[in-house]
């Protein structure tokens, strides 16, 4: 029985309503919110306390489509997938011990703002261009791919008609003023999806007869962390190796994550804020992957593993609760969507535009190249979504990891090495922004499209770590070749923990130390 057959009349007007409400009030706030600028608006006014940090970085990296994925590659390979979550918490402990002091010490709100300083202006702007990269391939061609699946489950379309449909829906949101109502309402979604993977793990288990048949019926290697390095999916040579590369460029660089931490009413707060995100990425396994496992025992021999996390909301919720799953989810993927091109549109005006081609335009002509650049990155999205579409022999969750592991090298290598390394310059740099990022592009589309033969290719998280290799050669050939143009006065990473007088408190040594010992435990117990 097809997903959609399970639906009826009252899951839709659930949905709808769901929508209207958000909608109605998104239109509410659009007419009485008070704008906000600088560091108020950006930063909280760095007031931000320890568990707003800790739920706003672990909300803001799971979502409707990592929860789809996660379920889909829990059904067809088990826990190894739990390592993007757990071997994130090192990551996590990095950004809150080792940079954070570094940034909060320079005074910077933005990456681009923080490489800038560092290097040059054109290093600022390489940056921008990066972005809108990373913004347009991982965040709305990613997001919108894996929302034209669901729409194509729930009312078995075409995914071309779905990835449209989903996209209007979202631009219909942003003039009704959806995204702010979305924004508002955003940790309630996230409680209830959280809450609805609960209720299917605990109605799973239930239906399954314990945790014994849970634990004895599934493939030995489906609760297993590390899988024998001849593994197919996920060697565990490939997982020590490739994932630090996704780990370093999301964790401790990417806007998203470190925005929260550099808005922290102080750096204790900011180191406790991040150890509370790696305490709940640990839920990850249990509430997303976990439910992927389950179905694999209860509905066997799907013909397609992202629908395992739908065949459980229809196969063990009743009707009505099934439609307000689904209008959670809509509304989580139309907020991601949207918050997506909004960053594009004003990454490209105002780094770019602005910067570059106008540096006299008017507010309104800033408005109508706005406009202008959010229809252009919805069409280039549903192509890029089309794209995806394209690329078979791989499972939604490892195509997200796959693409963020070929955009990751040259952000890593390029700020690891501004940060460590005193001879940097702004060409090794640029070099390494430039010809690093073309570079893992033109491989990423080669591996993807399985050119010229998918055999020979190592696993993608390996091609993302010797990426990271060849990129960090060239930025020390360039960095050892080329003279420093640029008299900038930038302290270093020791130069910032002896101008703070930096030393870990207590309270955060004590909740990091008794993290990692909790982590080994989970690694040695999972194998």
Not at 124 to 142: C, D, M, N, P, Q
Not at 247 to 276: H, I, P, R, Y
Not at 394 to 407: E, R, V, W
Request: hydrophobic content about 55%; some cysteine.
């Amino acid at each position: 029985m097809e997903i959609h057959e399970h639906l009826r009349a009252l899951d839709f007007g659930v949905v709808i309503t769901y929508l209207l409400v958000l909608m109605s009030i998104g239109a509410y706030i659009s007419f009485r919110k008070k704008k906000n600028t600088g560091l108020d608006y950006f930063l909280a006014g760095g007031t931000l306390k320890w568990y707003s940090i800790g739920l706003t970085m672990w909300g803001t990296n799971v979502g409707p489509s990592m929860l789809i994925a996660s379920c889909a590659i829990g059904y067809t390979t088990g826990i190894v997938a739990g390592n993007f979550s757990w071997y994130a918490f090192i990551f996590i402990c990095l950004l809150a011990l080792v940079f954070a002091p570094h940034y909060k010490n320079t005074g910077v709100s933005t990456l681009p703002e923080f490489m800038g300083k560092r290097f040059n202006s054109t290093t600022r702007e390489l940056l921008a261009w990066y972005s809108l990269v990373t913004i347009l391939i991982s965040w709305l061609g990613l997001t919108l791919y894996a929302g034209g699946l669901l729409i194509s489950q729930i009312m078995d379309w075409p995914l071309w008609l779905s990835l449209v449909t989903l996209m209007l829906l979202a631009t219909f949101f942003a003039f009704a003023g959806g995204l702010e109502a979305i924004a508002v309402t955003n940790v309630f979604q996230m409680i209830l999806l959280i809450t609805a993977s609960f209720i299917l793990v605990i109605a799973g288990i239930i239906k399954l007869g314990g945790f014994d048949a849970l634990a004895t019926q599934v493939p030995r290697d489906y609760w297993k962390l590390f899988l024998p390095i001849d593994n197919p999916d996920y060697p565990w040579v490939a997982i020590v190796l490739g994932y630090p590369i996704l780990g370093v460029w999301f964790w401790c660089t990417d806007q998203s994550m470190v925005q929260s931490v550099l808005g922290a009413k102080n750096l204790e707060q900011g180191q406790l804020g991040t150890n509370l995100t790696g305490w709940l990425k640990i839920l990850d396994v249990p509430l997303f992957i976990l439910p992927g496992i389950i179905c694999y025992l209860l509905y066997p021999g799907l013909g397609d593993e992202n629908e395992a996390y739908m065949t459980m909301v229809t196969g063990l919720l009743p009707t009505g609760m099934i439609g307000f799953i689904i209008a959670v989810l809509i509304a989580g993927l139309v907020s991601t969507i949207d918050s997506a091109l909004n960053s594009f549109s004003t990454v490209f005006t105002l780094d770019i535009y602005a910067r570059r081609f106008n540096k006299n335009a008017s507010p309104k002509q800033l408005v109508t190249v706005g406009r202008l650049v959010t229809l252009m990155g919805a069409f280039l999205a549903i192509l890029i979504a089309l794209g995806l579409a394209r690329i078979s022999g791989m499972d939604l969750f490892s195509l997200f990891q796959a693409i963020l592991g070929y955009l990751a090298p040259p952000m890593t290598a390029v700020f690891l090495l501004a940060v460590l390394w005193k001879r940097m310059t702004s060409q090794a740099a640029n070099a390494g922004l430039v010809f690093g990022s073309l570079i893992s592009l033109l491989v990423g589309i080669l591996q993807l499209t399985g050119t010229p033969n998918e055999g020979v290719w190592p696993h993608f998280l390996l091609v993302s770590f010797y990426l990271f290799v060849a990129i960090v050669i060239l930025v020390i050939f360039v960095g050892l070749t080329s003279t420093r143009k640029d008299k900038v006065s930038f302290p270093s990473l020791k130069q910032s923990y002896r101008q703070l007088s930096y030393r870990v408190s207590n309270k955060v040594m004590i909740a990091w130390s008794t993290l990692f010992a909790v982590m080994l435990f989970l690694y040695l117990f999972f194998n």
